[in-house]
Structure formats: C-alpha cells, structure tokens
C-alpha cells in the first residue's frame, strides 16, 4: 500500500503508476472492438481516477447488447478465432 511508503521509494511508486495509467490511456485506439480488454482497462483507469475512463466507459457502452429491458441484463459478445 502506498500509505506503508514513504520518501524516494514514494515518488518511484508514484511516477510508476502514472506512467501505467498513460500507457493504459493510450491504449483505447487499439482495443475499441474488443470488450474484454476494454473493461479490464475501463475499470483500471476508473480506480485510477483517470480523466479517461468517461472515454473508455462510452466506448465500452457502445459495444452492449441487451434483451430489450437493458436494466435486466446487457452482455457484450468478443469474436475468438476458432483453431
């Protein structure tokens, strides 16, 4: 936990998990069409508190499927290469 850190070994974890949640922000481009990646990624940038993850949200809602009654059930569908 970072509360357990202090000093130079603070700012080190700090800088480490801003430059992940860059690299994360980044990454929408790529994983648009593929909803397992973008809610890992969705959720990750949410607990992060990233100013992206209203971006990622949006496009994660774009890709729901519903039976018609989206408050009973929404389900997103990923296309696997059958081998």
Same mark, same amino acid.
Request: proline share 2%; glycine share 4%; charged share 20%.
């Given at each position: 936990?970072?509360?357990?850190v202090t000093g130079s070994d603070l700012t %080190?974890?700090?800088?480490? &998990?801003?430059?992940?949640?860059?690299?994360? @922000?980044?990454?929408? *481009?790529?994983?648009?069409? /593929?909803?397992?990646?973008?809610?890992?990624? %969705?959720?990750?940038?949410? &607990?992060?508190?990233?100013?992206?993850?209203? @971006?990622?949200?949006? *496009?994660?809602?774009?890709? /729901?499927?519903?039976?018609?009654?989206?408050?009973?059930?929404?389900?997103?569908?990923?296309?696997?290469?059958?081998?």
């Amino acid at each position: 936990m970072l509360e357990d850190v202090t000093g130079s070994d603070l700012t %080190t974890r700090i800088s480490s &998990l801003s430059d992940t949640v860059a690299y994360l @922000e980044g990454k929408l *481009a790529d994983i648009r069409s /593929q909803p397992y990646p973008l809610s890992v990624i %969705t959720y990750a940038l949410t &607990l992060a508190q990233s100013n992206k993850a209203d @971006e990622f949200l949006t *496009a994660l809602e774009a890709l /729901q499927e519903s039976d018609g009654n989206a408050q009973l059930l929404m389900i997103w569908f990923c296309n696997v290469a059958k081998v």
